[in-house]
């Protein structure tokens, strides 16, 4: 009987990339069917923003009529766009009728 078989040294590198998913902006789009406190509070609680920076977006989206709240990979993007979508009317406003409304757009 032969003894075990022995292979031969064989200096192999194994390359290993990590892929990152291209990352997306969620952008929301302003109206006038949502109050200041409404944005501050939708941000808050959606992105855990502080107050003066829910003012400061808030402030951008009603002057420049959008404004990139969260930038991130497209699984996580379209999801904060779906809890912005689905955070409902501002009862502030009795005209108010539904939610903010966002869209995603590829990170340059």
Request: hydrophobic share 30%; proline share 7%.
């Amino acid at each position: 009987m032969s003894g075990p078989a022995v292979l031969p040294d064989v200096d192999v590198e194994t390359e290993q990339r990590t892929r990152r998913q291209p990352p997306y902006h969620v952008v929301l789009l302003n109206d006038d069917d949502h109050t200041y406190e409404y944005v501050i509070e939708m941000l808050k609680v959606l992105f855990g923003y502080p107050v003066e920076k829910g003012y400061q977006l808030a402030k951008v989206v009603d002057t420049k009529g959008r404004v990139v709240v969260c930038t991130t990979s497209l699984e996580r993007a379209e999801l904060k766009r779906d809890q912005i979508h689905a955070y409902g009317p501002d009862p502030r406003l009795e005209r108010c009728k539904g939610s903010m409304t966002a869209e995603l757009e590829p990170a340059e």
